[in-house]
């Protein structure tokens, strides 16, 4: 794969419609997903002397973190309704070239900023709920 533009590593909001229309989150400068896969220790007195594993025994989940410039898009309004209901909503990491990660997430971090002679920016992260489902592109 050829190096991509992180520009185009989008995150998109799910209207909850059927068909689910997704809308890309305005302003965003930066995105990061992170897949976790709780390690469950096994280590015990038997144990040779290193720690031991259990394969499959943890939790998989996906944390997705972000930053922008507060542009009060639709989106932008749509999250912060979502924080305010504690919903879980479907989203999309859309990461190109390679695939898009879409499932339910809740909005557990929401934050705006502003410096005196600069812009309004925001911050948010969100935590997966149940499986998230991955398409090739």
Known sequence: MAAQQGKALLMKIGNGASPEVFATIG???????????????VTNKDSSGARSILAQGGVNSIT???SGV????ASE???KGKFNISALTNYQFIV????????KFMLTSLEY??????????SFTFESSDAITFATV
């Open 96 to 103: 190109p070239n390679f695939g898009t990660f879409t499932g």
């Open 70 to 73: 507060f542009t009060d898009s």
């Open 64 to 66: 997705i973190a972000g």
């Open 27 to 41: 302003g965003m400068r930066s995105n990061t997903l992170t897949m976790n896969d709780e390690m469950v220790d």
């Open 77 to 79: 309004t749509t999250l």
């Open 113 to 122: 900023a502003g410096e005196y002679n600069g812009e309004t920016t925001y």
